[in-house]
């Protein structure tokens, strides 16, 4: 039997070689945790940017879905239109049909003409009615709509300046695809920040007579960052809906009817002076008007009607 194989000693813990522990460079930690906190506010105002970004639309689109007037209080025979199917059949755009009358008289020489009226980013059809039937008196037949996210139009979506554009080229195609209206006989009406739709439809649609600016936003990005002052967040940069109406009238030949103040003004005199001197920079031939903030109703009858007579050529009423 062999002998018994020798069993190796344990070390015992006083034997064990000891390690120093590892310290942590006070220097590093504090860049670490520096580095750290930059991110973390890197982060935090990208997301804040983002929001703005996302949110932009709000400082300057105010949108109601509130109908409580209609072309009926001031008198008006109307129809309601719905018209624009989306992919489910369903109509997205709200209009009113508003024909002009045999009884307006002598403007009748005007009755072949539609004005295309596209209301500004705030309130719904329901407060343009009083200018309506300030159209109407002129002898013009009225197509004024409510773009998705205002009025009874589609509420799904939120308005943007593309959504708005889509919805007035629309608007455009009802009237000569459905009521077979000839573009030469369409008007684009654009008020505040709907001139710039308006000044862009006549621009992509060569044939129609006249354009209407009515106290366009000669700078929506500056009356954005207005609307939200901030030192911090540059809400210019973040303003996507740009609604640029410098470009379009600088080169556009089509007549222009261009109105600063009236009932459509914020009755704010600095806004006036940029819309005046938005409107040295448009392109011939152009009319432009200064209108009183309070009994207007007659200077801008007299305007309307003598651009009407300047720039249509009178047709007899069918």
Sequence with gaps: MPPPKPQASRPTPASRRTTPPEVVDPIWLAKALALSLVAALVCGYATLCLLVYQGAW???????????????????????????????????????WVPTAPEVGFQARHASFTVLYLHDGSGSLSKTAPMLALLHRAGLNIFAIDYRGFGASDSSVHPSEARMAQDAAAALEYLTATL????????????????????????????????????????????????KPSRVIPVRLLFGNKFDIKAPIATLGTPKLLIAGG?????????????????????????????????????????????????LPAKPQS
Excluded: C
Excluded at 70 to 93: C, I, K
Excluded at 207 to 225: E, F, H, K
Excluded at 279 to 291: D, G, H, R, T, Y
């Design 58 to 96: 709000q400082l300057i689109l105010h949108p109601s879905h509130t109908i409580d007037r209609t072309p009926a209080s001031a008198g008006l025979v109307y129809t309601d239109v719905r018209f624009d199917a989306s992919e489910t059949g369903q109509p997205r755009l709200t209009a009113w």
């Design 263 to 311: 009932p459509n003004s914020d009755n704010a005199a600095a806004n006036l002076r940029a819309i005046q001197m938005l409107f040295k920079q448009a392109a011939s031939p152009s009319f432009a008007v200064s209108l009183p903030t309070v009994n207007f109703e007659r200077d801008y009858q007299a305007a309307l009607d003598r651009f009407l007579d300047q720039y």
């Design 180 to 227: 077979h209206i000839p573009t030469r006989d369409i008007i684009p009406y654009g008020v505040g920040l709907g001139a710039s739709l308006a000044a862009n439809l006549a621009q992509a649609h060569g044939g129609v007579p006249a354009l209407i600016l009515d106290n366009p936003d000669p700078d929506p990005a500056s009356t954005a960052a207005a609307a």
